[in-house]
């Protein structure tokens, strides 16, 4: 069992920055791949950045490419979303997950999932 606590959530204005952090519970946290979703109201969750075990790869959804980076602290169980030049279109609950793939981009493939935490981009 893995627990996962996303942290950094806010309200920021348009052009602004955030930093989510997902803490893990586990210490075989670097066995998983690390995965950052999101959902707005009245939306399907949307998958928007993964992160290989070691931190080597990552992948990233086209709307996101350029302005998120995510990334990973093996010693500290934490992956982190910096997120950059931020749009109204970007508001969302955005949740953190763990995979025990190499790198994926289906929610179905994440066995753990954190309770989410809302960014809110205000124009």
């Known amino acids: 069992q893995v627990q996962l606590v996303e942290s950094g959530g806010g309200l920021v204005q348009a052009g602004g920055s955030l930093r989510l952090s997902c803490a893990a519970s586990r210490r075989a946290f670097s066995s998983y791949a690390m995965g950052w979703f999101r959902q707005a109201p009245g939306k399907e969750r949307e998958f928007v950045a993964s992160?290989?075990?070691?931190?080597?790869?990552?992948d990233y959804a086209d709307s996101v490419k350029g302005r998120f980076t995510c990334s990973r602290d093996n010693a500290k169980n934490t992956v982190y979303l910096q997120m950059n030049s931020l749009k109204p279109e970007d508001t969302a609950v955005y949740y953190c997950?763990?995979?025990?793939?190499?790198?994926?981009?289906?929610?179905?493939?994440?066995?753990?999932w954190g309770q989410g935490t809302q960014v809110t981009v205000s124009s």
């Open positions: 997950a763990a995979s025990p793939f190499v790198i994926v981009a289906d929610p179905l493939r994440f066995d753990y």
């Open positions: 992160i290989s075990r070691s931190g080597s790869d990552t």
